[in-house]
């Protein structure tokens, strides 16, 4: 799905939340969008992709089914997770997109046993564990690398570092502001990447998922970005973030993903201008259509409360 | 015949379903040492390659995880932790992770996942290295527990354990390895069709225990009918998803209940079985208060002569039997 979709989908969500029609927290990754998409162009529905809090990109990454996000978002019956998860607990199996939620690394050690499966059973699938900045902070993440590292696990590390775990900048968190320096201590190749460089991330991740499906190995990505809303919600937190202003938010905004290659294809002579305002249309009218059809979809019924706690009955 | 003992038993387990089922695999420390986990997997790695039994980093959380990984995605792990207490670190993979995967995606992924622990105490070990948690993951929905007493359960619970499509944590104790009995041959039973057994059949009052509890009560049992105590003892071998129908049916009948229990008395399994049965029978129902042999409200003393007073025993319970009720 493209990058212009992503955002239209969150700002949508966004407002609604705001006018209170979402009910759970919603974290949006409105300014990310080109960390998921670039990575995603080069997954099958066989690879295992594991999210975290902020994942509407990385499922919409693998899965355009946009109805089906609008209705999980809005606790619909029809949703990715049929209404019993909400923004923070999206799935998509059938494009190998296995689970996200909101504990923050709790998703990291799975994908890794994903990684070890696909290696056992020797289908060349591979492994995405979608992390951010504050996720290297916990002990499991370092524990993964080198697991990963010493048992040959095929597993794509995609950090993405907006700078910020929720409201503190990561100069008040750690030592040094990249966090690749935890890679090599492992030995695992990476690579320092514009995380706003769409073309730069598919790329690099091309270049990494093409040698990890041919040799078992892990690698790292890091992927340098900026939320433009705060950590949870439509707001945009300038207030309530340490080390977060609105000359930054500002300046991040010149950064745009979506425009930088708009404009890029512009110069290059390969789109117009008239062209991506077709778009913005179509784009719209897509949100539109998918958002009144999950509106008018049912909750999940009162009598499933107990269902699924487990397989066997 | 020869008789296996409780640690072959699982060894068997173990050699079963590798043999049979090619997804499942192994992995967590000292898996290619015998000084962690005792006979339980003896030559494992040899027979069936290191690659399907690993030995791992010192990660606890990292392995747990990779785990209930594998198991989303085809695979039948299982990760060992060989000693209860450093499982401590994996909580978030259990608890938040493997326990709720079924439920929060709306049941279209699962996590297969077995979690073998281990109850390693005694030998002045002390707080950190004698832990019998197995009231705390009971109280989980979504994650199943089991704890085979007999020898034939150590073997047959760990084969329903792997092959259950939810989560399992299978909790063996080193106390029970060298048990005894004749094996009957291996026939899979699907774990939500397994409950609390009756290993003795008696009239005049119930007696609950799981794992080693099971064993003392048994033994004691035995000791107290020729005192001409006729009691019925249950084993409770799965404690979650927990289901007291036949125990209740029991304490109907020999109106007394009597649960003994290896983890601590506060918010422990024992309340649990005391608490389904008591909120079901009709009032007037017990002869005697229901009641409980739990170990104190401390941590496992280091100290030998503290251990003595800590943990239950045959004694310690004929002695509570006989000075608690008059049959």
């Known amino acids: ?313 | 015949m020869i008789k296996t003992t409780y640690s072959d038993a699982i060894l068997s387990g173990f050699d079963y379903l590798l043999k049979n089922y090619p997804e499942v695999f192994i992995l967590g420390q000292g898996l290619w040492s015998p000084w962690y986990v005792g006979n339980t997997m003896k030559n494992l790695d040899k027979k069936y390659g290191k690659d399907r039994i690993i030995d791992t980093p010192v990660s606890e959380s990292a392995c747990t995880g990779a785990a209930v990984g594998a198991s989303i995605c085809g695979m039948k792990p299982i990760v060992v932790h060989p000693r209860m207490d450093f499982m401590l670190y994996a909580m978030d993979s259990i608890v938040n992770q493997a326990a709720k995967w079924s439920y929060m995606f709306g049941g279209q992924l699962n996590a297969p996942v077995t979690i073998r622990s281990i109850i390693n105490r005694g030998g002045s070990q002390g707080a950190q290295h004698s832990q019998a948690l197995h009231s705390w993951f009971a109280h989980i929905p979504g994650i199943r527990v089991v704890m085979p007493s007999t020898v034939q359960d150590a073997r047959d619970l760990l084969i329903s354990s792997v092959l259950s499509p939810d989560p399992v944590i299978y909790i063996d104790d080193r106390w029970l390895y060298e048990q005894t009995a004749n094996l009957k041959p291996i026939k899979e039973t699907p774990l939500n069709a397994l409950t609390p057994k009756c290993l003795k059949k008696g009239d005049q009052i119930t007696i609950v225990g799981s794992g080693y509890s099971t064993l003392l009560a048994l033994n004691a049992s035995k000791k107290l009918n020729s005192d001409g105590v006729r009691a019925e003892v249950f084993d409770l071998r799965v404690l979650n998803p927990f289901n007291s129908k036949s125990i209740l049916d029991s304490v109907l009948k020999t109106k007394r209940l009597l649960v003994i229990d290896s983890g601590w008395k506060s918010c422990g399994m024992a309340s649990e079985v005391i608490t389904s049965i008591v909120e079901n029978v009709p009032t007037n129902t017990l002869i005697d208060p229901p009641r409980r042999i739990t170990l104190p409200d401390c941590p496992a003393p280091s100290s030998e002569v503290h251990e003595k007073d800590y943990y239950p025993n045959e004694e310690k319970i004929i002695k509570f039997i006989n000075d608690s009720y008059y049959f």
């Open chain 1, 1 to 313: 799905m493209s990058m212009s979709v992503i955002r239209a989908a969150e700002i949508k969500i966004a407002e609604a939340k705001k006018n209170r029609l979402v009910k759970g927290p919603v974290h949006l990754g409105v300014g990310q969008e080109a960390i998921a998409v670039g990575v995603s162009k080069n997954l099958r529905n066989t690879d295992r992709i594991f999210g975290a809090h902020r994942s509407h990109s990385h499922i919409l990454g693998v899965d355009n089914d946009l109805h089906k996000l609008f209705a999980e978002v809005l606790g619909k019956n029809t949703g990715f997770s049929g209404g019993m998860g909400g923004s923070m607990h999206l799935a998509s199996k059938s494009k190998g997109f296995l689970g996200s939620v909101p504990i923050v690394t709790g998703t990291v050690p799975l994908a890794l046993g994903a990684g070890l499966a696909s290696k056992l059973q020797k289908s060349g699938d591979i492994a995405i564990s979608y992390l951010g900045d504050g996720a290297t902070e916990e002990g499991v993440f370092h524990e993964s690398l080198n697991f990963a590292k010493v048992s040959n696990i095929p597993i794509l590390f995609v950090v993405e570092n907006n700078l910020f775990s929720s409201h503190m900048h990561m100069s008040l968190r750690q030592p040094l502001n990249t966090i690749n320096r935890f890679a090599k201590a492992h030995e695992i190749e990476t690579k320092l990447v514009d995380g706003n460089d769409v073309a730069e991330i598919y790329r690099t991740s091309s270049e990494f998922i093409r040698k990890m499906r041919l040799q078992p190995e892990p690698y790292l990505i890091e992927a340098i970005t900026y939320r433009w809303f705060g950590h949870v919600d439509w707001r945009e937190d300038i207030d309530v973030g340490v080390a977060r202003s609105k000359k930054d938010l500002l300046n991040w905004k010149k950064r745009d993903p979506i425009k930088r290659l708009s404009n890029a294809m512009i110069d290059k002579k390969i789109w117009t201008i008239e062209k991506q305002h077709t778009l913005d249309l179509k784009v719209n009218e897509l949100i539109d259509v998918n958002w009144e059809k999950a509106l008018k979809d049912d909750f999940p019924d009162r009598k499933s409360l107990l269902d699924n706690v487990y397989k066997y009955d």
